[in-house]
């Protein structure tokens, strides 16, 4: 039999609800719990979810019709069922009239409790309890007592009084020190917080000198973005165990071959492409070759992340951010570039959203336009690892095994790991994939 | 300052208080000739003569009841309870009565009366002669609780209790009766509901009472050794009890240990404990407050399960290394 779809009440004293608008249409297919119209109250909008899977059908009323809660407003058809299914009834299709007058209170939670698909017992319990069993999520095809059962208690549970385990010392000294107690690693029982891993905890709001210092000076506050990055890499550096690795890679092809795509681009007016976009397109390849380098430590989880998103260090007035690159293994080369200029740009004009510069997975840093050789970056948290690329310089290098020399571009790349999930042999295969694709980019068609 | 046992320093304190207060009497169960159970009043009864140390017949509710009649009259009377484990046979006198009738007769009329009892195990003396049965007293309003663990304090503790207007039980443990110690001569008093700091440490406070004091004091001491600083407070009152001082102490240390013989449900290292949590010192504990007391059985016969069945110093050794470290 087709599920009923009822006006469902939402407010003890709630008579009546208007249609604001069908988010499903008759036909669609439809799942529970999902919305399916938003109605209004006199009080309120609310979204009315759906109480079975199945196909929306025996739509009665249209947006902006008011209509009696627990009033059937239209069908959910079973997989086999069709409209032939649904029960004729005496409701007009248009809005009720004035004069239907509310059925009994007794008969309205009857009804009301009746529509959804739920165990005798569960019912009754509801009716004991008082609970509208529209509210109620079924864990199988039908409302069960544990269902409500569950329900009660998912009501009266109170949220967590305390978000940090920590001692009462704990607590005091931080309160006393004006420390946040979520920043302070415990090394207590189970990460308890003790009194003492507050008092040698650093705040990063605290300035490490102590105030009344005299000498003249320009005062900058610590805040904003300046903060988040200070209070961010201060416990990456205490807190993840940094290795870095370095490798020296001869870009002699990597430069060929970006001439070669720069002259296909402006065929086709198109942008140039950086060596930072080959640069992510590389990585990205490499990094889906090395899953570690591409992962979080999520409490005592390591996550693989499928997608690799790659996070590019870019300076700004007010300080680093850095924009995201998604999917970048699935993009191409011009796919990169286009979506490099795009945040570059927004980046500069400070247009970026939240989403922009969040998922990260892998961050890139290049430093070689400032003409450094080599630096060690730090990780950029949740993220385990983070490429350093030097300037590109040429140098006399030995090209064979004959000994000879000759003068060719070079950069290094260094790797810092968090080495509780990278090893160095990891990190070394890791460098090696880069060195391999950037001196013989073909590599990539392979 | 002459050193004596425990127990002479009990005998010295009734012998001086009856020489110096005609009140005072002793009524018990073979308290005369024999001496007592453990020979703690040998040479009284030719000294003070048999009115004034009263033997009885075997019926621990008789000596009460005869104490607080006594007493209710202007007496100052010392009952001994051969074993305190028979207490439990005077709760109607003791409980009933002794407690309730200065309440009950508006101060009109008061018990001054004291109940001394040997309590405790590692005597062999099984399940119905080694009980620590001083949370069941302490529950009872109106009766004073004090526990002495040294000589020192024994004699002054007594001086205090056959002086108090109250009827108070003096628990003695048998384990301390041939402990030696340092006892002034003289009249001098250990005032009741005064705890005392028996050993000054930084690490940890350690409440504890009777043989338990001095079984911490050794283990605290050898920890020492190790860099590990115990404070060691003794109630010696146990009710009225002294929390200030323990108050005071986790201030300063952060941590709480509880010990006693008692067995642990119901026992009083809860009450300490609530306290404690409940008071200002709440904000200064840097590790769960635990407790480490007698299993919840009756002590057995058997000596190596008598010795298991109350904590013993390796016990308390390797809770206080369980805390220190970080254990809980």
């Given amino acids: 039999m087709p599920v009923p779809f009822i006006m469902p009440k939402f407010d003890m004293d709630q008579e009546k609800a208007t249609i604001i608008s069908w988010e499903?249409?008759?036909?669609?297919?439809?799942?529970?719990?999902?919305?399916?119209?938003?109605?209004?109250?006199?009080?309120?909008?609310?979204?009315?979810?759906?109480?079975?899977?199945?196909?929306?059908?025996?739509?009665?009323?249209?947006?902006?019709?008011?209509?009696?809660?627990?009033?059937?407003?239209?069908?959910?058809?079973?997989?086999?069922?069709?409209?032939?299914?649904?029960?004729?009834?005496?409701?007009?299709?248009?809005?009720?009239?004035?004069?239907?007058?509310?059925?009994?209170?007794?008969?309205?939670?009857?009804?009301?409790?009746?529509?959804?698909?739920?165990?005798?017992?569960?019912?009754?319990?509801?009716?004991?309890?008082?609970?509208?069993?529209?509210?109620?999520?079924?864990?199988?095809?039908?409302?069960?007592?544990?269902?409500?059962?569950?329900?009660?208690?998912?009501?009266?549970?109170?949220?967590?009084?305390?978000?940090?385990?920590?001692?009462?010392?704990?607590?005091?000294?931080?309160?006393e020190r004006d420390i946040p107690l979520e920043a302070v690693a415990g090394s207590g029982p189970r990460g308890r917080v003790q009194a003492a891993d507050v008092a040698a905890f650093q705040s990063p709001h605290q300035p490490i000198f102590v105030s009344g210092d005299a000498r003249p000076a320009d005062v900058v506050p610590l805040i904003g973005i300046r903060q988040r990055i200070a209070e961010r890499m201060q416990s990456s550096f205490q807190e993840l165990p940094h290795i870095a690795l370095t490798i020296e890679v001869d870009v002699t092809e990597l430069e060929a071959a970006r001439r070669r795509l720069n002259e296909l681009a402006m065929k086709q007016s198109h942008g140039k492409v950086s060596m930072t976009a080959l640069l992510v397109k590389i990585t990205a390849w490499a990094l889906k070759r090395n899953p570690y380098v591409n992962s979080s430590l999520v409490g005592d989880q390591i996550h693989l992340w499928r997608d690799v998103n790659i996070g590019i260090a870019t300076a700004l007035d007010e300080g680093l951010i850095v924009p995201v690159i998604r999917q970048a293994n699935e993009k191409s080369i011009r796919q990169i570039v286009d979506a490099l200029d795009n945040l570059t740009s927004r980046a500069r004009d400070g247009k970026l959203t939240l989403a922009d510069v969040q998922q990260g997975t892998f961050t890139i840093s290049n430093l070689g336009m400032f003409g450094i050789r080599q630096f060690r970056a730090i990780i950029n948290p949740p993220e385990s690892a983070i490429l350093a690329v030097g300037t590109m310089i040429r140098k006399p290098v030995v090209i064979n095994e004959r000994d000879e020399v000759a003068v060719r571009p070079s950069m290094t790349l260094t790797l810092s790991a968090d080495h509780r999930v990278i090893d160095g042999v990891v990190a070394a295969r890791f460098l090696n994939d880069l060195m391999l694709a950037i001196e013989t980019p073909e590599t990539l068609l392979y | 300052m002459p050193e004596m046992t425990y127990l002479e320093a009990i005998r010295q304190a009734l012998w001086d208080e009856m020489k110096r207060d005609e009140r005072v009497f002793l009524i018990g169960e073979d308290i005369?000739?024999?001496?007592?159970?453990?020979?703690?009043?040998?040479?009284?009864?030719?000294?003070?003569?048999?009115?004034?140390?009263?033997?009885?017949?075997?019926?621990?509710?008789?000596?009460?009841?005869?104490?607080?009649?006594?007493?209710?009259?202007?007496?100052?009377?010392?009952?001994?309870?051969?074993?305190?484990?028979?207490?439990?046979?005077?709760?109607?006198?003791?409980?009933?009565?002794?407690?309730?009738?200065?309440?009950?007769?508006?101060?009109?009329?008061?018990?001054?009366?004291?109940?001394?009892?040997?309590?405790?195990?590692?005597?062999?003396?099984?399940?119905?002669?080694?009980?620590?049965?001083?949370?069941?007293?302490?529950?009872?309003?109106?009766?004073?609780?004090?526990?002495?663990?040294?000589?020192?304090?024994?004699?002054?503790?007594?001086?205090?209790?056959?002086?108090?207007?109250?009827?108070?039980?003096?628990?003695?443990?048998?384990?301390?009766?041939?402990?030696?110690?340092?006892?002034?001569?003289?009249?001098?008093?250990?005032?009741?509901?005064?705890?005392?700091?028996?050993?000054?440490?930084?690490?940890?406070?350690?409440?504890?009472?009777?043989?338990?004091?001095?079984?911490?004091?050794?283990?605290?001491?050898?920890?020492?050794?190790?860099?590990?600083?115990?404070?060691?407070?003794?109630?010696?009152?146990?009710?009225?009890?002294?929390?200030?001082?323990?108050?005071?102490?986790?201030?300063?240390?952060?941590?709480?240990?509880?010990?006693?013989?008692?067995?642990?449900?119901?026992?009083?290292?809860?009450?300490?404990?609530?306290?404690?949590?409940?008071?200002?010192?709440?904000?200064?504990?840097?590790?769960?407050?635990?407790?480490?007391?007698?299993?919840?059985?009756?002590?057995?016969?058997?000596?190596?399960?008598?010795?298991?069945?109350?904590?013993?110093?390796?016990?308390?050794?390797?809770?206080?290394?369980?805390?220190?470290?970080?254990?809980?």
């Avoid at chain 1, 249209?62 to 959910?76: C, E, R």
Wanted: glycine fraction near 8%; charged fraction near 25%; proline fraction near 7%.
């Fill in chain 1, 24 to 175: 499903k249409h008759e036909g669609d297919t439809v799942r529970m719990d999902e919305t399916v119209l938003t109605v209004e109250t006199d009080k309120v909008s609310m979204e009315v979810p759906c109480p079975a899977d199945g196909v929306l059908a025996g739509i009665k009323y249209q947006n902006g019709d008011t209509v009696p809660v627990t009033t059937v407003i239209a069908y959910v058809l079973k997989p086999g069922e069709t409209v032939a299914d649904l029960p004729r009834d005496k409701i007009p299709a248009s809005a009720p009239k004035p004069e239907v007058a509310p059925p009994p209170l007794a008969e309205v939670s009857a009804a009301a409790v009746a529509s959804v698909a739920a165990t005798p017992v569960a019912v009754r319990m509801a009716k004991e309890e008082g609970v509208d069993l529209a509210k109620v999520q079924a864990s199988g095809n039908r409302i069960t007592r544990e269902d409500v059962e569950h329900y009660l208690v998912e009501k009266v549970k109170p949220a967590g009084r305390v978000a940090v385990a920590a001692t009462p010392a704990a607590r005091r000294v931080a309160r």
């Fill in chain 2, 32 to 328: 005369g000739r024999y001496g007592g159970a453990f020979g703690l009043t040998h040479g009284m009864l030719d000294e003070f003569g048999p009115e004034r140390v009263r033997e009885t017949p075997i019926s621990e509710p008789t000596i009460v009841g005869a104490a607080l009649g006594a007493a209710l009259v202007g007496m100052r009377p010392v009952a001994e309870m051969m074993f305190m484990d028979f207490t439990l046979l005077t709760l109607d006198q003791l409980g009933n009565q002794a407690a309730k009738v200065r309440f009950m007769f508006g101060g009109k009329a008061t018990a001054p009366m004291v109940i001394r009892m040997p309590g405790g195990s590692g005597t062999g003396a099984a399940a119905q002669h080694s009980q620590s049965l001083e949370s069941l007293l302490m529950h009872i309003p109106g009766l004073k609780v004090v526990n002495p663990s040294t000589p020192y304090d024994a004699k002054g503790l007594m001086l205090s209790s056959i002086r108090d207007p109250n009827p108070v039980c003096f628990i003695e443990h048998k384990l301390l009766y041939k402990t030696k110690g340092e006892v002034p001569e003289g009249d001098y008093t250990v005032p009741i509901g005064v705890s005392e700091v028996k050993r000054q440490g930084r690490d940890l406070t350690i409440v504890a009472n009777n043989v338990m004091v001095v079984r911490t004091l050794k283990v605290a001491e050898k920890l020492a050794g190790e860099g590990i600083e115990v404070e060691v407070i003794d109630p010696r009152t146990m009710r009225p009890m002294d929390t200030e001082t323990i108050i005071e102490s986790v201030c300063k240390t952060g941590r709480l240990l509880v010990i006693h013989e008692a067995c642990q449900t119901g026992g009083w290292a809860g009450e300490v404990i609530a306290a404690i949590t409940g008071s200002r010192a709440f904000d200064y504990l840097d590790a769960p407050a635990r407790r480490l007391a007698g299993k919840d059985i009756p002590i057995p016969y058997n000596r190596a399960l008598e010795r298991a069945a109350v904590p013993q110093e390796e016990d308390i050794e390797r809770e206080i290394r369980a805390i220190a470290s970080g254990q809980y």
